[in-house]
C-alpha cells in the first residue's frame, strides 16, 4: 500500500532565509509525488509534482522539490521563505493500481516569521 | 479556465438527517474524487467517478455514496449524519484520474453535525 510521511508538524523560518518541508513514501512500482499547500478555509492549492525525469523539480510561487529514490523522499524546498508562504503543506503520492486516489501526508503547519 | 467549483459552501445539520453536496469539475476534466479533511484524521479518499462509473472507494461506510453526471458534475450523499461526519469535505478534478494526472481541488464544503 502507498503512504506518506511528513515527519515535521511544524516548520518554523525567518523571513529570508531558505526553508525545507520533508516528506517520505512508500509505493510499489515508480512513484508519483505531488505537493500541495492549503490556506485556512480554503481547498488545496498544487504546487508541483515528479513523474520521471530531472530530481529537481520546479513548480509555483518559487518552491522546487528534490526527489531522492535512494532515500525514498521529496522535500519541498524554497530558498528565501516569505511571509505570505505560511500555510499548511501536504506532500502526496500516487499509485498506478488506484486510480484518482491520491495518498496525503499528515501535513506539515510552515510559519515564517518577519 | 474557471476552476473547481463546490456547492454550498457551508453545510449546517443536525444527527440523523441527510446531506447532498455538489461539484463541478475544470471543464474538460472526467475525472472526480472526493476526499474527506478532519483535525484528526487528516485527509482520507471517498471516492473516484470517472465516466460516471465509480473507479475507486476508500474505506467508508455505506452511508457515504455518490455519482456522476453526463456533463462530469459530481454529488456525494451522505445519509444518517453522525457527529463524527463533521469535516471539510473536498473535491478534486482531473483530466482521467491517471497517476501522473495533477488534481486540482475545490475550495471545499464545510459540514457540521449537531
Known amino acids: 500500500a502507498q503512504s506518506v510521511a511528513q515527519p515535521e508538524d511544524q516548520v518554523n523560518v525567518a523571513e529570508g532565509n531558505p526553508l525545507t518541508v520533508k516528506c517520505t513514501y512508500s509505493?510499489?512500482?515508480?512513484?508519483?509525488l505531488f505537493w500541495y499547500v492549503q490556506y485556512p478555509n480554503r481547498g488545496l492549492q498544487f504546487l508541483l509534482k515528479?513523474?520521471?525525469?530531472?530530481?529537481l523539480v520546479k513548480g509555483s510561487y518559487g518552491f522546487e522539490a528534490e526527489f531522492n529514490k535512494s532515500q525514498t523522499s521529496f522535500h519541498l524546498k524554497k530558498p528565501s521563505a516569505l511571509v505570505s508562504d505560511s500555510a499548511l503543506y501536504f506532500c502526496?503520492?500516487?499509485?498506478?493500481?488506484?486510480?484518482?486516489?491520491?495518498?496525503f501526508g499528515d501535513g506539515t503547519t510552515l510559519t515564517v516569521k518577519p | 479556465k474557471a476552476g473547481v467549483t463546490q456547492t454550498p459552501r457551508y453545510l449546517i445539520k443536525t444527527r440523523g438527517q441527510q446531506v447532498t453536496l455538489s461539484c463541478s469539475p475544470i471543464?474538460?476534466?472526467?475525472?472526480v474524487s472526493w476526499y474527506q479533511q478532519t483535525p484528526g484524521q487528516g485527509l482520507q479518499f471517498l471516492f473516484e467517478?470517472?465516466?460516471?462509473?465509480?473507479?475507486n472507494k476508500g474505506n467508508f461506510p455505506g452511508r457515504f455514496s455518490g455519482r456522476q453526471f453526463s456533463n462530469s458534475r459530481s454529488e456525494m450523499n451522505v445519509s444518517t449524519l453522525e457527529l463524527g461526519d463533521s469535516a471539510l469535505y473536498l473535491c478534486?478534478?482531473?483530466?482521467?484520474?491517471?497517476?501522473?494526472?495533477?488534481?486540482?481541488f475545490g475550495p471545499g464544503t464545510r459540514l457540521t453535525v449537531l
Open positions: 515528479y513523474i520521471t525525469g530531472d530530481n
Open positions: 471543464s474538460g476534466h472526467r475525472s
Open positions: 467517478y470517472f465516466s460516471e462509473t465509480q473507479r
Open positions: 509505493v510499489s512500482g515508480n512513484p508519483y
Open positions: 478534486a478534478s482531473s483530466l482521467a484520474g491517471g497517476q501522473a494526472d495533477t488534481q486540482y
Open positions: 502526496a503520492v500516487r499509485d498506478w493500481r488506484n486510480a484518482g486516489k491520491s495518498t
